[in-house]
């Protein structure tokens, strides 16, 4: 099942993905269908409880291509960072694009969901503790690049960098997250293509990595990287990152004011 | 009357690396040299996931492998209108009035709040910190927000450390590099910070440039004046065969208010990030920022 979070007539609505439509579940208007159109997406994710925001670990060169163009020797370990809520935005949403920046590119990533607090997991039962994946595009803007606990925040964190979405789609429907096709699209054109199954790090081993010595709790998410392909986007270029089986997320860049 | 619950973070806790001139001097020449290439422009900052908040009062698990912890005071910035606190038991009623016509250059900032926050020791700055920053229950929260008004001029604060009652460091926050209205701007120029969040100005070094470092057993206690003081004691971690997912450990789980417990967790040796090459900034730049 696809599960989505919107705004429509007011309000704030968990939905599903029914017959090319937004089945919603609130109560009120249960049942009632909506067109994809006709909401505003917001990141397919529900609230944290009190005293726990959400966990959002993200990976740097996880792809095998990019070690190999890069000539890097694959890492011995997870390149890790963290991000926060804050930079997360919404399906069909707006990415601000800075004055006076040169570089400024997408990464499209398979973003993993966990379902269950997890602690100390193994690799063999870690795909037990995802919810559910959706697609992630964490932006990065290359001028503010530095070599301090990098990537940077500056470069990782930025509102409205971070679109996720457009659907959670649960994890019982995605038996092998790692044989995906990934892509990405500018203004029509195919920009990235990869595949999950070039994970350096794979999904359960990423799981077991984190939960070793932190624990991970529902909602909590893991962008696990993205394969060679990045260009630089300009102010009023659609960018589509998609993911078979996921979904496909539409973002398009907009300049700053 | 039972004393009111411990103060827990609602949002997203910040910290920032290097915001102290006497550990700022002591990293000039080697901030000029590979892999760092130049002293940082922006605030450096990290974040402390939820599973590292420990309340005021709770042991603090310490990785099976890890000799020692570093204690790392610090002072955060809570954001927020003060009156989203007033239900808090854990927030001072009544001194809820005295945010009222704050400055500008704080402006959304509820109150204050002493953290410990620990982390294994790292010698390399170059890359992100998680598995030295973010094991489980490696942030001690103060047990109460204190409005800023309150404490008046922040820059004439110092914090003192004291580990099992013998006095180890003082922080004097007049001798922060940005201060906290310039490291707000400056992290606000990319970044909002949501109610509930904490922005911390950054911990000190010793003169020497290492930190006060605590083993098990030992009692950590943060204070400065007008605050609670943040007591927590180091416990060695259940072992991984130990307690299931869940169990209980420490002195303030009571609460169902904090959630879960923060389980002591698998140890990781606490070594410098592996070498992921140095030919970055000379790639095609085609490829994910790494």
């Known amino acids: ?257 | 009357m039972t004393a009111p619950p411990p103060f827990q973070p609602d949002g997203t806790v910040y910290g920032t690396l290097l915001n102290f001139r006497c550990e700022a001097a002591l990293w000039a020449d080697r901030a000029a040299e590979p892999p760092y290439k130049g002293a940082p422009r922006a605030p450096v900052l990290y974040i402390k996931t939820a599973n590292t908040f420990t309340a005021a009062g709770a042991a603090i698990p310490l990785p099976a492998r890890a000799p020692e912890v570093e204690v790392g005071a610090s002072v955060g910035l809570v954001f927020g209108n003060f009156k989203d606190f007033w239900p808090l038991p854990s927030v001072d009623r009544s001194l809820f009035a005295m945010n009222s016509g704050l400055t500008d250059t704080l402006a959304g900032v509820a109150g204050l709040v002493l953290l410990n926050d620990l982390s294994l020791p790292h010698t390399s700055y170059y890359r992100p910190p998680v598995k030295f920053r973010n094991p489980d229950g490696f942030l001690g929260v103060g047990p109460r927000v204190v409005p800023l008004a309150a404490v008046g001029d922040l820059a004439a604060l110092t914090l003192t450390v004291r580990i099992n009652g013998e006095l180890r460091q003082t922080v004097p926050l007049s001798t922060l590099v940005r201060d906290a209205a310039t490291l707000l701007a400056d992290v606000r120029d990319f970044q909002t910070l949501l109610p509930g969040d904490i922005l911390m100005l950054g911990t000190d070094c010793l003169d020497d440039g290492t930190r006060p470092r605590a083993q098990v057993g030992d009692r950590i206690e943060i204070s400065a004046p007008g605050f609670q003081p943040l007591v927590n004691t180091i416990v060695r971690e259940v072992s991984a065969d130990g307690p299931p997912l869940g169990a209980k450990q420490g002195a303030a789980e009571s609460g169902s208010l904090f959630g879960p417990s923060n389980p002591a967790q698998a140890g990781l040796e606490p070594r410098a990030s592996a070498p992921l090459g140095g030919s970055e900034d000379t790639a095609v730049p085609s490829v994910g920022v790494p």
């Open chain 1, 1 to 257: 099942m696809k599960h989505a979070r919107i705004a429509w007539a007011g309000g704030i609505h968990d939905a599903i993905e029914a017959d090319g439509q937004l089945e919603l579940l609130t109560p009120a208007f249960k049942g009632r269908r909506v067109g994809f159109d006709d909401v505003i997406w917001l990141p397919p994710l529900a609230p944290m409880p009190a005293h726990r925001p959400r966990t959002v670990l993200a990976l740097g060169l996880n792809y095998a291509d990019h070690a190999k163009e890069l000539a890097f020797k694959a890492p011995d370990e997870p390149l890790a960072f963290l991000k926060s809520a804050a930079s997360l935005t919404g399906h069909r949403g707006f990415t601000v694009r800075p004055a006076g920046v040169a570089f400024m590119h997408y990464e499209c990533e398979l973003a993993v969901v966990i379902g269950r607090e997890a602690r100390r997991v193994a690799k063999a039962d870690a795909l037990d503790f995802v919810a559910g994946y959706t697609v992630a595009n964490d932006y990065a803007i290359r001028d503010y690049l530095e070599n301090w606990y990098r990537p940077n925040l500056k470069v990782k964190n930025r509102d409205t960098c971070t679109p996720i979405g457009p659907w959670l789609v649960d994890a019982a429907d995605i038996p092998d997250p790692m044989a995906l096709a990934l892509r990405t699209t500018v203004n029509g054109t195919v920009t990235q293509q990869g595949h999950t199954r070039d994970m350096i790090f794979d999904v359960p081993t990423l799981i077991e990595y984190f939960s070793a010595f932190m624990t991970l709790y529902p909602g909590d998410l893991i962008l696990t990287g993205t394969p060679d392909g990045v260009v630089d986007c300009r102010p009023g270029d659609v960018i589509v990152t998609e993911i078979e089986g996921v979904g496909a997320l539409v973002n398009t860049i907009t300049a700053q004011g």
